[in-house]
């Protein structure tokens, strides 16, 4: 069975730095892509970042050039360093992936990220 749990979320201050985690297991196959979708409170869910087996990154607009995505594929763990953040980043964030086998996204719980003076 899939599972994913994100951490390492919390409070900080403006142009303060975080680094999410989420660890997966239950995948004995290789993920063509990886995500990081946020959820502000009161919003819908918005795509932040992904990343691609080859390597590939992309990012969204607002976060490109202060986030950065990345995988330990040994450990079976991906992340997200985000720096210079900013109140706008406060949100609920997931990490996520296509799983192949059952046509869905698969979810974690999230990790909460408060940005504040």
């Known amino acids: 069975q899939v599972h994913l749990v994100e951490s390492g979320g919390g409070w900080v201050q403006p142009g303060g730095s975080l680094r999410l985690s989420c660890a997966s297991s239950?995948?004995?196959?290789?993920?063509?892509?990886w995500y990081w979708y946020r959820q502000p409170a009161g919003d819908q869910r918005d795509w932040v970042a992904q990343?691609?087996?080859?390597?590939?990154?992309l990012y969204k607009d607002s976060v490109e050039g202060r986030f950065t995505i990345s995988r330990d594929n040994v450990n079976n763990m991906l992340y997200l360093e985000m720096n210079s953040l900013i109140p706008e980043d406060t949100a609920v964030y997931y990490c996520t992936f296509y799983n192949h086998l059952t046509r869905t996204h698969e979810w974690g719980q999230g990790t909460q990220v408060t940005v504040s003076a």
């Open positions: 990343l691609y087996t080859s390597g590939g990154t």
């Open positions: 239950g995948i004995d196959w290789t993920v063509p892509a």
